[in-house]
Structures are given as C-alpha cells and as structure tokens.
C-alpha cells in the first residue's frame, strides 16, 4: 500500500504561482502513475493532470493546458503540480492519487489519495 501526501497550497492572488508537491511512502518500489485532481467546495472531484509512471507522457485538463506543468522525481517518490497563472476559478483543495485502473480521467481509477492541499486564488 502506498501513502501519499500532499503539500504546497495556499493563498495566492489571481496570476499568481504555486507548485505542489505530492510525496509517496510506503510500498513505493512499484511505480504507478499518478495524477491531480482537485475538488471545489460542492463540486465532484475533477481531473486536473496525470503522469505515466516513466514521466514520458503527461495529459492534462483542457481547463489548465498550457498553464500546469505535471512532473515527477521517481528517485524522490515525488510528483509535483506546477501551476501558473493561477485563476480564481482554479480554487480548491488539491489531492494526488496512484492509477489502478486503466482510464486517466476517472477518479474511481486511483486509490491511496492523501488528505489534500488547499489553493485559493483571490482576485
């Protein structure tokens, strides 16, 4: 089993940067892929990017193209969420999860979230 935590978030003003991180520990010696989601107040938890577990492919949300950057560090166990241009619409807490199924997009498909990190973009 893998645990996952993430760490990062805060409070930023529209434009603004932030970078995630999300550090895995436990039985890390398989190497999954993993991704983002985020889940605003009332709202499902929604698909924000996702890495392979080589790093070699990356998809991301049309919502944040262009504007996140996923990455990893498998020697680290640590994944990361490079957010710029931060938009108030981009407000929400921000968890990392490990793929166990088979789609990219669907939340059901990853396991070992951790607690969640929180971002707020102020205009």
């Known amino acids: 089993q893998v645990q996952l935590k993430e760490s990062g978030g805060g409070l930023v003003q529209a434009g603004g940067s932030l970078r995630l991180s999300c550090s895995a520990s436990?039985?890390?010696?398989?190497?999954?892929?993993m991704a983002w989601f985020r889940q605003a107040p009332g709202k499902d938890r929604e698909f924000v990017a996702a890495?392979?577990?080589?790093?070699?492919?990356?998809i991301y949300a049309d919502s944040v193209k262009g504007r996140f950057t996923i990455s990893r560090d498998n020697a680290e166990n640590t994944a990361y969420l490079q957010m710029n241009s931060l938009e108030p619409e981009d407000t929400a807490v921000y968890y990392c999860?490990?793929?166990?199924?088979?789609?990219?997009?669907?939340?059901?498909?990853?396991?070992?979230w951790g607690q969640g990190t929180q971002v707020t973009v102020s205009s």
């Open positions: 999860g490990v793929r166990y199924g088979t789609r990219w997009h669907a939340p059901t498909d990853y396991r070992s």
């Open positions: 436990g039985r890390t010696t398989i190497i999954y892929a």
């Open positions: 890495i392979s577990s080589s790093g070699s492919t990356t």
